[in-house]
Every structure is written in structure tokens, then in C-alpha cells.
């Protein structure tokens, strides 16, 4: 399984970014899909997660209300949809997957997930 993120950039703050993961290599498998972020000299935090067996949806309080995390139609691909974005929402982000048959409560660890991507700069300024 490959996962590979585009869409970040540059924005001005109160601006919007759509961020997009594509999945290779995808199995008729269910499984629960995140986007973390890191800021330079901090942790991987994480933001959002989402499970392709249903429409399950989860966002860490810094982000509720603001981003929005949703599935393609062939859920081979997911995407965050970042609003009134933030200086502070400044950081590369990572799109992780994990074959799993749930995606809940303690799915906010990188350590759940197995697979990631190279991640997508995104700059609010």
C-alpha cells in the first residue's frame, strides 16, 4: 500500500486549502485513514481520521469546525478540506492508513497506523 498526499501550499490566513491522498495498491479491505501534521521542532499531531467501511469521522478540537475529512467515491482516496486555516495550522501533513476493522477512540496515535505518505507542506501566512 502506497499513500501519496498533494494539494498543500501557500494561503493567507482565513484562506482554504483541499488536501488529497491517494491509495495504491488497495485491497478490498477496510481501513482507518488519517491526517496528521508536524510542525517543525514539535510532534506528529493528529487532526483527522475517517473509516472506508463506513462514514465514520473524527477531529482533534483544534480543527473541529474548520476541516472537514471525507472519502472518494472509490474510497481510494481521501481528502481534507481545510477552512479559515490558520498560522498556527502551519506544518507538514501525513496521510496514514491502517487495515483495521475499527477507527475510534486511540486511532489518534501514529503508532496505529502502518502505512504513510511523504507528506504536503502547507504554509498560513
Known amino acids: 500500500v502506497q499513500l501519496v498526499e498533494s494539494g498543500g501550499g501557500l494561503v493567507q490566513p482565513g484562506g482554504s486549502l483541499k488536501l488529497s491522498c491517494a491509495v495504491s495498491?488497495?485491497?478490498?479491505?477496510?481501513?482507518?485513514m488519517a491526517w496528521f501534521r508536524q510542525a517543525p521542532g514539535k510532534e506528529r499531531d493528529w487532526v483527522a481520521n475517517?473509516?472506508?467501511?463506513?462514514?465514520?469521522?473524527r477531529y482533534a478540537d483544534s480543527v473541529k469546525g474548520r476541516f472537514t475529512i471525507s472519502q472518494g467515491a472509490a474510497k481510494n482516496t481521501i481528502y481534507l478540506q481545510m477552512n479559515s486555516l490558520k498560522p498556527e495550522d502551519t506544518a507538514m501533513y501525513y496521510c496514514?492508513?491502517?487495515?483495521?476493522?475499527?477507527?475510534?477512540?486511540?486511532?489518534?496515535?501514529?503508532?496505529?497506523?502502518?502505512?504513510w505518505g511523504q507528506g504536503t507542506q502547507v504554509t498560513v501566512s
Open positions: 475517517t473509516y472506508t467501511g463506513g462514514s465514520y469521522t
Open positions: 495498491g488497495y485491497t478490498s479491505r477496510n481501513y482507518c
Open positions: 496514514a492508513a491502517v487495515i483495521d476493522f475499527a477507527c475510534g477512540l486511540g486511532y489518534n496515535s501514529p503508532d496505529k497506523y502502518r502505512y
